[in-house]
């Protein structure tokens, strides 16, 4: 205690006393007062400084997203590493107005190299950035640089690049110019490219989409056709090796191309195939029914249904067995089929098909196929030739695959890392797949396929030709053309679809626009393409699937072109 | 008063971007919060500044009391942000005790200098050391240099004040010097923070280029309030940069009235301080008017790069619930001291102060 009073005493005596202290303080408060002047002066002579003396050295534009642009976008590329996307670096001009001196001579010395037009009056503007050309070529970059007019400046870029152009357009997709997807794989997978790293693998092979893109344009040229679309899927795998939607767009101005260039048909648009499907109602009379090739069906009449009449497009009017309904793909023939399989199985095998559901499929925007509902009796008729149900072709392949893969389904993928349910399910038994392969060669050597065929390679298919719902009804002058094939029916690998939307007919075609005439020829030419890039051998041994059948077909009745039709 | 609705523009111009920034708050998030934390603080002023004399002190003592106890809660209790525990959580609010422990303390080590003198027996410089170790202390545990800074800086005014001999002031200077200086070496964010300052090629000096540019944006007249553009792109812009804000919105003409404004506020409030007749008064009215000029230049030190960067809330200004309400303690402390500094006016201090803050 002692201590401590002592210390205290002793600290005491440093300060003056009550009086003085007063007086000493108030001498001292001011000496505070004029620092802390002396510091809002300080603060003050800064802030004019720096707002008044300083004009900042690079024009301010909000630099929010660079982080996101910096990092830069994934490849794409296809399944054998051809590249489909790329991004780079490109540079961009812009210029601060207030450090350029002559602006007439700036405009007409940058016309000169850039190809931009009425440059003054972006040059001649207030403010302190305006963008003069993004995107610049190398050598008009140098070009620039090389006139060394102060105030101009570049500022480095990415933009998205994509080598294959047109040919993948609708399958690669494109981006928006901050690099985010906006159709097809770029949007799809976009969280994946932009994180950057390794290349995206699709399922793609470009020799294929060439060979798909070739014939389809081609025969769109020939038919005069409004559009066409198409698609190869490798059966037991279901990668979607091709998938062509034409008109097609250049990728690098998608924003310039009209609507129905950007619109993609194979996955997005939904069509009544017409009597493809009886690919898959035939296919499932024969595994509901147990019915053999020699069933016979009265083709005599039109068939009656409530209000509705089902006719034949080429009647033959007679008695036909079941190879001859597939072949000569009689409407009457399959309805009858339609109504001794009944609604609920019907819509029962289209769902196991995939065909009432959107898929399940690494492709953006594929809908809900347009479906009867509800669902009544007549259109179990329709349905069984491809009426009052309209699905993508992507829904076509899958299940044109699933047949062909024995009955079972698989999950088409674009991309090699799709993921999706490995598990695929059997839809239809072995025996049944294997007769529907056996109807599909029948017709390419005996029906309406014939011009799809590729000797040595045993391509099977069906074709359909449906007419387009117009105003008030079906409109028999705009069809919907299409094929699809499978081959090599004896193991089966590819199945190939080929649709042609308002061909008209031509001179070589007699005046046909059918499935048979338009979009055959192309299958034909793909798989006949195919084989040699893929380099598929021709199998002269391979076994004849349609031997026997010939008893089933009425002998003196040969096909003529104009009864290849349905 | 006007500096509060100052202060709701800028945070509401300035805080979108930071809530933007954040991600799932709402844009006005701050605004609203800010909004919340000026009826208190508003009435804090008013409240304290109806204290008697005596009533102060113990109020101080008690808010010490629990300021201290918060600060020791956050170091066990806080939530970690950018690196310190400064913060605990009540009531659904994150509350900074040791905004509170500053006022607090300058009244307190004010009274027990004030005891000396009135009574030599009175062992209150040692008081107001030790008390003063406590809480520098508490701060450096935190750690919360940029406060700690601030309570010795205040302190050694007050020292000043009290009429310690020069060659000691000069003694104690030095030992501060010392302790900064051990300060820039031990400690590795304060060294980087002077290096940059020193050499901004030396680290990253983003925040405080993108304040600068945001000033020369800004010009002599402003780009309008809410118009600023790169403020959007400077971190803490709603309490740390909000000086930025206003720099860029208001140009040079207003923020550099508003510069004036709060210097002459502040002059005038230590020439009040002046006429004091007891030490008590002077020493805390002072210390208190002291403590915000410091915080203030610091804050547009800061953003002006005059000084290093320490992140300081502007008084009155920044969002930041705890420095609004422990600035609006720290005013009504002032006024209820500065009451019958003069006696031909009963009142006068009172409206005059209550004019200069319309500016």
């Known amino acids: ?566 | 008063m006007g500096l509060c609705i100052l202060g709701v523009v800028m945070v509401a111009t300035a805080s979108p971007s930071v809530a933007d920034r954040t991600g799932d708050l709402h844009s006005y998030h701050f605004l609203f919060r800010h909004l919340l934390f000026i009826g208190p603080a508003v009435g804090a002023i008013v409240v304290i500044s109806f204290f008697q004399i005596k009533w102060l002190v113990k109020l101080c003592a008690f808010m010490f009391l629990c300021a201290s106890i918060g600060v020791v809660v956050s170091l066990f209790f806080g939530m970690e942000i950018k690196g310190a525990t400064r913060w605990i959580r009540l009531f659904g609010f994150s509350i900074q005790p040791s905004e509170f422990l500053k006022p607090a303390f300058i009244v307190l080590s004010a009274w027990l200098l004030g005891q000396q003198k009135i009574n030599e027996n009175f062992p209150g410089i040692i008081l107001a050391l030790g008390l003063f170790v406590t809480s520098a202390g508490l701060l450096i545990l935190q750690p919360d240099f940029g406060m700690c800074f601030l309570l010795t800086i205040v302190f050694g005014m007050q020292i000043f004040l009290v009429g310690c001999p020069l060659r000691y002031i000069v003694i104690l200077v030095g030992v501060f010097l010392v302790g900064i200086l051990l300060a820039y070496f031990s400690l590795s964010h304060v060294q980087s923070r002077v290096d940059r300052f020193i050499n901004p090629e030396s680290g990253d000096s983003y925040q405080i280029d993108k304040s600068k540019e945001a000033f020369m944006n800004g010009g002599f007249i402003g780009a309008g309030p809410g118009q600023g553009t790169v403020k959007n792109q400077v971190p803490d812009i709603h309490s740390d940069f909000i000086f930025t804000a206003m720099g860029e919105e208001l140009g040079f003409l207003l923020s550099g009235l508003f510069v004036c404004g709060l210097a002459s506020l502040f002059y005038r409030l230590l020439s009040h301080f002046t006429r004091a007749e007891s030490l008590f008064v002077m020493l805390a009215g002072s210390g208190l008017v002291f403590m915000l000029v410091v915080q203030s230049f610091i804050h547009m030190g800061s953003t002006l790069q005059l000084i290093p960067a320490k992140g300081m809330t502007l008084p009155l200004i920044s969002y930041g619930g705890s420095s609004l309400l422990a600035v609006g303690i720290s005013f009504g402390l002032i006024l209820a001291l500065s009451r019958g500094l003069n006696e031909d006016r009963p009142r006068g201090t009172w409206r005059h102060l209550t004019k200069k803050e319309n500016i």
Request: with cysteine.
């Open chain 1, 1 to 566: 205690m002692s201590l401590l009073n002592r210390w205290n005493k002793n600290i005491a005596t440093l300060i003056s006393t009550r009086g003085e202290a007063l007086y000493v303080g108030r001498t001292r408060l001011r000496i505070v007062q004029s620092i802390c002047l002396l510091l809002f002066a300080l603060v003050l002579i800064r802030l004019g400084d720096l707002t008044l003396m300083q004009t900042p050295n690079e024009p301010n534009i909000d630099r929010k997203h660079a982080s996101v642009q910096s990092m830069e976008r994934a490849d794409i590329v296809d399944r054998n590493g051809v590249l489909l996307a790329t991004t780079l670096q490109v540079s961009s001009l812009y210029a601060d107005p207030t450090l350029i001196e002559n602006k007439a001579f700036v405009a007409n010395q940058l016309e000169a190299i850039l190809d931009v037009d009425n440059l003054i009056s972006k040059i001649d503007r207030k403010g302190r950035f305006v963008w003069i050309k993004r995107g610049l070529t190398p050598s008009e970059h140098f070009k620039v640089n090389a006139l060394g007019i102060p105030g101009l400046a570049f500022r480095t870029e990415t933009r998205r690049f994509y080598p294959q152009g047109n040919l993948s357009s609708h399958v690669v997709g494109y981006t928006s110019v901050d690099s985010r997807g906006l159709a097809g794989m770029e949007l799809e997978y976009d969280d994946r490219l932009a994180q950057g790293g390794e290349a995206l693998s699709l399922n793609m092979d470009v020799r294929v989409q060439h060979a798909l893109v070739k014939s389809l344009r081609l025969q769109m040229d020939n038919f005069n056709a409004l559009a066409a679309m198409g698609g190869v899927v490798d059966i037991q795998t279901g990668e979607v090796v091709a998938a062509v939607s034409l008109p097609d767009f250049d990728p690098h101005h998608a924003g310039k191309a009209d609507k129905s260039a950007l619109r993609n048909r194979f996955a997005q648009g939904v069509y009544e195939m017409g009597s493809t499907f009886k690919l898959f109602s035939t296919a499932n009379y024969i595994e509901k029914t147990g019915k053999s090739f020699s069933k016979t069906f009265d083709a005599r009449e039109p068939l009656k249904e409530g209000r509705f009449t089902i006719n034949d497009y080429h009647a033959e009017k007679r008695i036909l067995t079941l190879p001859e309904v597939f072949i000569h793909s009689s409407n009457i023939g399959s309805a009858l089929m339609g109504r001794a399989i009944g609604s609920e199985n019907m819509q029962k095998f289209y769902t196991d098909l995939g065909f009432m559901d959107k898929m399940d499929v690494d492709f953006p925007g594929n809908p809900k196929p347009l479906t009867p509902s509800p669902w009544r009796d007549v259109n179990t008729l329709t349905a069984s030739y491809g009426h009052g149900i309209a699905v993508t072709p992507l829904h076509v392949l899958q299940a044109a695959a699933t047949i062909a893969n024995n009955g079972v389904r698989p999950t088409l993928s674009f991309a090699k890392d799709a993921q999706h349910d490995p598990i695929q399910s059997r839809v239809l038994s072995a025996s049944t797949a294997y007769k529907m392969r056996q109807l599909l060669r029948l017709n390419v050597t005996d029906g309406s396929g014939k011009q799809a065929d590729v000797p040595g390679y045993m391509v099977g298919g069906k074709t359909g030709t449906s007419e387009k719902a117009g105003k008030g009804g079906y409109d028999k002058d705009r069809l919907l053309s299409s094929f699809l094939g499978v081959f090599p029916v004896d193991n089966p690998r590819y199945a190939v679809l080929a649709v042609l939307d308002e061909p008209k007919g031509n001179k070589k075609s007699h005046g046909y626009a059918t499935g048979g005439w338009t979009a055959a020829p192309v299958v034909g030419d793909v798989i006949s393409d195919m084989t040699r890039v893929l380099g598929m051998m021709p199998n002269p041994k391979a076994p004849n699937l349609t031997a026997g059948l010939s008893r089933y077909l009425k002998k003196e009745n040969t096909i003529t072109p104009a009864s290849y039709q349905r």
